[in-house]
């Protein structure tokens, strides 16, 4: 029985989530992201340091467990990869070079209540850098760099990722004259999902606002740009701040960098606040056109004192894409299709079962070229065995005899081959994913 | 701090994993396998239902779990991927196309007291196939090539795949007058652990033997052979039964084949039984020469009654490669190496921070074209960005100016050279990974 938010997909998505993650992969190493695994449980005080989410751990207990031993009661399944990654940086410093880029592409659970694009067990695909004490900010701007190559090469929407940066907030928040900057936050992060006038009502009675201030907060919060032009509008405001002029400053970097190298990729959105407590700075999210209700499908930010061994810290900036959660949105409505539900590109089909060990030579001299290829399950009817090929997607059949000769099923063309030298056009050899 | 039992790679060796993921991948594929990926729990009552191994699951349980609802108790790891496997198909069965090949690469996790060769989770590589009522023999034979394809392709010691037969043990276990089958099968397992003397006491002990019998079982075990010549010898033995019949005629055949395609790889090995009761027929182990005293690393065998949806059944045959045990075992003798430690190909040298928009369209251009590229992350002195380069093995830095210029720094090499052209050596493009 299927077991609410633990997703499975069939074969055939499940090729489509390969070729995406392939894609993903692809683009990490293209800049240079080292890739990866951190085991999949934490000791529960690493997973509980970082706040806010003690009640979505799933612990790990051995059915056998003796009454006494209490060690494995207190491990954990990872609920992201930043945690367990800014603990892999501590334990292993001595043995790493930095900046330390690194991606990495594993499950996590968390033990939520399921609800639509929310999963109890689900893929993300993460980048980061760390480095000793001071991260130079450029990094900041590569990010969604990274993701917009990595999502443009796919047939999916269009991605926006939005951009915004803590101290801008925080630093208008106090230049305003609010203390608790973190209580704002948190309650302009509710914009969204209640509107503006219970936003303001909620900034007045919880983080001590005039009318007025919570205005200010909500026509921060309602500045948007492609451009650096959102620091006149926010320049309008009349607040002024130290950290807000440096977050004015480091966003427009990101935006200008983006406008530079992919135009339309990256918006500035001053509503943008993320909910985890451990950033510091730049903050991203992303939408995917069309699908916008949804939520963010690749999120992450500047977190400056996650990671540190006491001695030294580890400021870093990532971001991290949901593939369960984006995948489950495409296939959900049904946007993504793949052209066969196996790999094979050729069946060799088999006249006799005493002409078997000649077929598995054929099909080894197609594999050896690298063409994915069956031999037929059983010496059955011809007609039988093309079906075999036709029901799975298979686009050749391959017919051994004096003169081996090679079908296209599609067209119904059949030529002469040889298996030591014929080859399928490139996109016949593996699967091709196509938008639905 | 580490986790026992949970082992962790450094970039540099999830490189070479990766390298051994893919090309075991890319062999699954060229053989048609379709991808699958199950969800990591089942409940607790699938993960006893095949026996023996309810020591060793994790239960999972939520933090903040409600004492009163006790659904999510009953959610286990799962502790291999072929009990999952089956479950998927029982479910899924209206779904896919018989006969199914798939292939499946994930973690498992057993909650055994960890030693060497031995984790508490781990990567494994399975293919299987299943077919409604009945499975053709030839997949049996298919197995060990596959692996033999996979693993020959890798700079690993070389495998050798042993093969025997359940049906041979019981029909001759049976023609010899045993009844207990499963327990002289069991107590003959032992044999490499404690020896034949032993192996004789207890099968006169607990399995009802005459020392005759025993010896007997003895001499079946001693048998192996890399061609057909084991069936002359099991016959000399005296035993007859339609049973031992069936299994050595089986048994040919997989030895027989494998001696066509892949000589040297298979030796049939009559003390093979393995552990877990599921198998009916054929069953695989491999030793990895060199490390034959660590066991198997690639193990498994046909069953006809795992996956059934109570109305139906499916019969099916699968090899598994244990990929963490295999890369501890040579990780832990250095037996592997790889010649750096990033992706990254080329480093572009930064003159100026003025100048790094033009550094990062001269890593574009290059990875357009697929080369992965990193840009300095400081404009420090060339020397200190040369050393970034060489300090993670990177062989290339590239220098802008008036006329580009690119140096291979083991070389010390360094020529002219354009973004949108410049290519270099295809074994420089991904990290090269050898024998230690």
Same mark, same amino acid.
């Given at each position: 029985m299927p077991i609410s938010g633990f997703p499975e997909w069939l074969p055939a998505q499940r090729m489509i989530e390969q070729r995406v993650l392939d894609r993903i992969r692809t683009t990490f190493e293209l800049y240079g992201f080292a890739p990866l695994e951190t085991r999949s449980v934490e000791p529960l005080d690493t997973l509980l340091s &970082?706040?806010? +989410? %003690? &009640?979505e751990v799933y612990l790990l207990r051995r059915l056998q467990a003796d009454e006494n031993a209490k060690d494995d009661d207190q491990l954990g399944l990872h609920f992201d990869l930043t945690v367990p990654f800014a603990r892999f940086v501590g334990e292993n410093a001595g043995k790493l070079q930095f900046p330390f880029k690194r991606y990495q592409i594993q499950k996590v659970w968390r033990g939520e209540r399921p609800q639509e694009g929310r999963y109890r067990e689900f893929l993300q695909a993460d980048i980061d850098v760390v480095n000793r004490e001071t991260l130079p900010f450029h990094y900041d701007t590569e990010m969604p760099l990274v993701i917009g190559d990595a999502l443009s090469g796919l047939p999916i929407p269009a991605v926006r990722i939005q951009v915004n940066n803590r101290k801008v907030c925080e630093g208008f928040y106090r230049g305003l004259g609010l203390e608790d900057t973190a209580q704002v936050l948190r309650t302009v992060d509710k914009l969204d999902k209640i509107g503006p006038a219970k936003v303001a009502a909620l900034l007045i009675e +919880? @983080? =001590? @606002?005039t009318q007025a201030q919570a205005d200010a907060c909500l026509e921060l919060a309602a500045i948007s740009s492609e451009d650096g032009s959102f620091v006149d509008a926010v320049r309008k405001l009349g607040v002024s701040d130290p950290l807000l002029d440096e977050g004015l400053d480091e966003l427009v970097r990101v935006v200008e960098t983006a406008r530079e190298h @992919?135009? =339309?990729?990256v918006v500035a959105e001053l509503k943008i606040a993320r909910g985890l407590d451990y950033y510091t700075g730049t903050v991203y999210e992303t939408q995917l056109e069309g699908y916008e209700?949804? =939520? %963010?499908?690749c999120s992450g930010g500047r977190y400056d004192n996650l990671a540190s061994t006491g001695k030294e810290k580890f400021p870093g900036v990532g971001i991290s894409i949901g593939v369960t959660r984006l995948l489950g949105l495409l296939f959900g409505h049904d946007a993504l299709k793949v %052209?066969? %539900?196996?790999? +094979?590109a050729v069946l060799v089909a088999v006249p006799s079962e005493q002409e078997r060990t000649a077929c598995d030579r054929i099909a080894g001299a197609l594999r050896k070229r690298g063409i994915p290829t069956e031999v037929a399950p059983t010496a059955a009817k011809f007609g039988k065995q093309i079906q075999y090929a036709d029901r799975r997607g298979i686009p050749y059949v391959w017919f051994p005899g004096e003169n081996d000769t090679v079908k296209d099923i599609r067209s119904g063309e059949q030529v002469d081959a040889d298996a030591t030298t014929w080859q399928p056009p490139v996109a016949d050899l593996s699967p091709e994913v196509t938008a639905g």
């Open positions: &970082k706040g806010e +989410t %003690s &009640k +919880t @983080a =001590g @606002a @992919a135009p =339309g990729l209700r949804f =939520g %963010s499908i %052209s066969r %539900s196996v790999p +094979t």
